[in-house]
């Protein structure tokens, strides 16, 4: 495992420490692999990962992604089909931004239902 990959696991476990606790919120799905097996959800729903690739990634309202993206603080996440998914972010390494503050963020976004 690369340094930079131990470092968002390491971060990743924090921000899944802070949030797993909350009404709600499961953490990954047993017997499951591949996307969102160890994800952070709220009613089944993800709002907070890490990618195959190794990114920090979180659903968030598609403006709230613009404007972190137009920040700096990340970009729209690709799945690995090329097709940008325009509500998660997948958060720059270096973003100053706070991991377990933007899956808070994307937990009461994902969490509020329909």
């Known amino acids: 495992m690369s340094e930079a990959s131990t470092e968002t696991q390491r971060r990743f476990a924090d921000v899944v420490e802070t949030l797993a606790s909350e009404p709600k919120v499961s953490v990954g799905q047993s017997g499951k692999k591949g996307f969102g097996s160890s994800a952070l959800q709220v009613n089944g729903k993800i ?14 309202p598609r403006q709230r992604v613009e404007q972190l993206e137009a ?6 996440f690709d799945p690995g089909h090329g097709r940008l998914m325009k509500e998660w972010l997948a958060v720059h390494p270096k973003s100053k931004q706070s991991w377990p503050a933007l899956a808070r963020e994307a937990l009461s976004y ?5």
Request: no cysteine; glycine share 20%; aromatic share 8%.
């Open 47 to 60: 709002f907070a990962m890490v990618s195959s690739a190794g990114a920090f990634v979180v659903k968030l």
């Open 110 to 114: 994902v969490g509020r239902g329909p």
């Open 71 to 76: 920040a700096g603080a990340g970009q729209k």
